[in-house]
C-alpha cells in the first residue's frame, strides 16, 4: 500500500530553544519582563524603568522572542531604546 502524501513531510521542525541541551526556560511572564527591563536599563544609560517595562510587555507578546533569553533580546534592542 503506498504512503499517504503529507504536504508538510519535507517541512523541517523548528527547533525551540528549549529543546537545547542547557537552555533555560523563562515560564512566567513577569520574570521575563523583569528581566528584560533589568538588562535593557544597564544597557541603557538614561533609560528610566516605565519605558522598559513597556517595552519588555510589547515584546513578551512575540512568541518567538519570549522563547529566547530575556538578556539576549534586551541585547539586541538596546540600540533601539535610547532615550530621547
Known sequence: MAKKKDSFERTAPWRSRW???????VASD????????ARL????????????TTMALDLAANDALRALAPEWVAEDMAPRARPE
Open 19 to 25: 529543546d537545547q541541551e542547557g537552555a533555560e526556560f
Open 30 to 37: 513577569s520574570e521575563w519582563c523583569d528581566r528584560f527591563a
Open 41 to 52: 536599563i544597564a544597557l541603557v544609560p538614561g533609560l528610566d524603568h516605565f519605558d522598559a
